[in-house]
């Protein structure tokens, strides 16, 4: 940590009775990196001091709204202001959060998707650049230490050319309208104006990011099929893509909601001239890789043979299982250690710069638009390329 001091932040979202929130609050805090320090947790000003006082954070550091936190923090003396804040709130309060924040000089991390619209995650990228600020994006299955490591083998060309990517996330918790009975987190994931999309934005981010994110490749046109199974629902809760890659390579990217049975089957598989690999969410310890000639490999996390990338992703020995909140926290890692550096005027480590940045969500939120594009007409649609940001931008 270059500024020698845990950095402090805020959240916005993540109050009674919310899922993700939580879940951001154990991935920040587990490697003592950074701090809650202030909050506005709820669009009700009295489950926000209920939040906070479940928290032990210091009432005048609990706000009624993001504006008034926004404001306040940033008037705040810089040995007391928050270094960040975290926006997990649903996806159309993304943009304007986000932008109310940097726009006031704080570094601002965001749950995906980015925005639900692309003029917004333009205008949000167009800010960051301005501002000179980090806006990061919690795609945390990019930091899963054999994620890396595959991304690291594709980089070095130990696949060879990659000629087809494989990528599907199946759920089966909204196989039935559960939204109708009041479920919360089903409640807003299904409505369209407050999700954007349904399963294309809540896991087909997800899985659009993982490809990218290990093969480095970029789509650049997409068909597919959208569809929505449930009677009444708004939203789609399945799709399957087919994206052509700029560079040549093809691919297949599924998500679904209605997977009877299935929890988080996350897994992608890459194929390329010199061999292919395989790595399923649920079964996150293990990377398997098939040469073209010889026989299949197994990597586990915690070796030495490992990428760089890999074994600084990596808390314990071989043997001992990290998954979900680990690679979750690995995301958080290099955000924190990347805006400690920028603190004090130093160079962040390239290794620490290795996160989802406001590129990687305008990207996002293009391909999301795009697929329903793509099912409304059942015709390819181009994607644009984005200019590349600076590392840790």
């Known amino acids: 940590?270059?500024?020698?001091?845990?950095?402090?932040?805020?959240?916005?979202?993540?109050?009674?009775?919310?899922?993700?929130?939580?879940?951001?609050?154990?991935?920040?805090?587990?490697?003592?990196?950074?701090?809650?320090?202030?909050?506005?947790?709820?669009?009700?000003?009295?489950?926000?001091?209920?939040?906070?006082?479940?928290l032990h954070l210091d009432p005048e550091r609990v706000y009624g709204g993001f504006r008034e936190m926004a404001e306040a923090e940033a008037a705040l003396p810089k040995g007391e202001r928050i270094d960040f804040v975290s926006i997990v709130t649903p996806n159309h309060l993304h943009h304007p959060m986000a932008r109310a924040f940097l726009e006031a000089g704080i570094h601002v991390v965001c749950d995906k998707p980015l925005t639900t619209t692309v003029e917004d995650a333009e205008d949000l990228l167009t800010l960051a650049r301005e501002r000179d600020l980090i806006l990061a994006v919690t795609y945390n299955y990019s930091g899963y230490p054999l994620v890396k490591e595959a991304r690291a083998m594709v980089r070095e060309g130990k696949l060879g050319t990659i000629r087809k990517v494989v990528a599907e996330y199946s759920q089966g918790w909204l196989a039935t309208a559960i939204e109708a009975e009041g479920q919360k987190q089903a409640a807003w994931r299904t409505d369209p104006?407050?999700?954007?999309?349904?399963?294309?934005?809540?896991?087909?981010?997800?899985?659009?990011?993982?490809?990218?994110y290990v093969t480095g490749l970029e789509p650049e046109r997409i068909l597919g099929e959208v569809h929505t199974f449930v009677p009444g629902r708004q939203v789609d809760d399945d799709a399957t893509l087919l994206v052509r890659y700029r560079g040549g390579a093809r691919g297949v990217i599924a998500c679904t909601q209605i997977a009877v049975g299935k929890e988080n089957d996350l897994r992608i598989r890459v194929h390329g001239t010199e061999g292919s690999l395989e790595w399923c969410q649920e079964e996150p310890n293990e990377l398997l890789i098939r040469p073209a000639e010889g026989p299949m490999v197994v990597h586990r996390p915690g070796h030495p043979h490992l990428s760089e990338a890999a074994q600084h992703a990596t808390r314990l020995p071989p043997g001992h299982p990290e998954a979900f909140l680990e690679g979750f926290a690995n995301v958080y890692g290099n955000i924190i250690r990347t805006i400690s550096a920028r603190l004090v005027g130093e160079t962040p480590d390239p290794l620490d710069t290795d996160f989802p940045n406001a590129e990687d969500g305008l990207l996002g939120v293009r391909f999301i638009r795009a697929a329903l594009e793509a099912g409304r007409t059942s015709e390819w649609v181009e994607l644009t390329p984005t200019t590349p940001q600076n590392p840790g931008g």
Do not use: C, N, W
């Open 1 to 54: 940590m270059p500024l020698h001091r845990p950095l402090r932040y805020g959240m916005v979202g993540g109050g009674p009775d919310a899922f993700i929130g939580a879940v951001h609050r154990r991935a920040a805090s587990l490697d003592g990196l950074a701090t809650l320090a202030a909050g506005a947790f709820s669009s009700d000003p009295e489950k926000s001091r209920t939040q906070g006082r479940l």
């Open 193 to 212: 104006e407050r999700a954007g999309a349904g399963a294309l934005g809540d896991i087909g981010s997800h899985v659009e990011h993982l490809s990218r």
